[in-house]
């Protein structure tokens, strides 16, 4: 059983930059693709990135460039670096995490998730 929690998420201003971290526990993530998500109020829970097991990353088209996906396997944690935040980033971030070497966009995908922390944008 993996567990994970997310932390970092705050309130800040539009361009300025927040990294999230998502600590986990029960099993080390070498083998895991990890995943972060997202969620506004009243819409669907959205896909913005993975990390492979080797550290290949692939991003949502609307965070492409502005957010970097990285790990540390020797601190079991997976990091959301998001730079020049948009008001529309405004959301619940979620990391989860797969027993497979690639990851997925699709949330369904995903056995593992956080708890989540709350990232707030203003102008």
């Known amino acids: 059983q993996v567990q994970l929690v997310e932390s970092g998420g705050g309130l800040v201003q539009a361009g300025d930059s927040l990294r999230l971290s998502c600590a986990a526990s029960?099993?080390?993530?070498?083998?895991?693709?990890m995943g972060w998500f997202r969620q506004a109020p009243g819409k669907d829970r959205e896909f913005v990135g993975t990390?492979?097991?080797?550290?290949?990353?692939n991003y949502a088209d609307s965070v492409k460039g502005r957010f970097t996906i990285s790990r540390s396997n020797a601190k079991n944690t997976v990091y959301l670096q998001m730079d020049s935040l948009k008001l529309e980033d405004t959301a619940a971030y979620y990391c989860?995490?797969?027993?497979?070497?690639?990851?997925?966009?699709?949330?369904?995908?995903?056995?593992?998730w956080g708890q989540g922390t709350q990232v707030t944008v203003s102008s």
């Open positions: 989860a995490a797969v027993s497979r070497y690639r990851g997925s966009s699709s949330a369904r995908e995903y056995d593992y």
């Open positions: 990390i492979d097991w080797n550290g290949g990353t």
């Open positions: 029960g099993s080390p993530i070498t083998f895991l693709s």
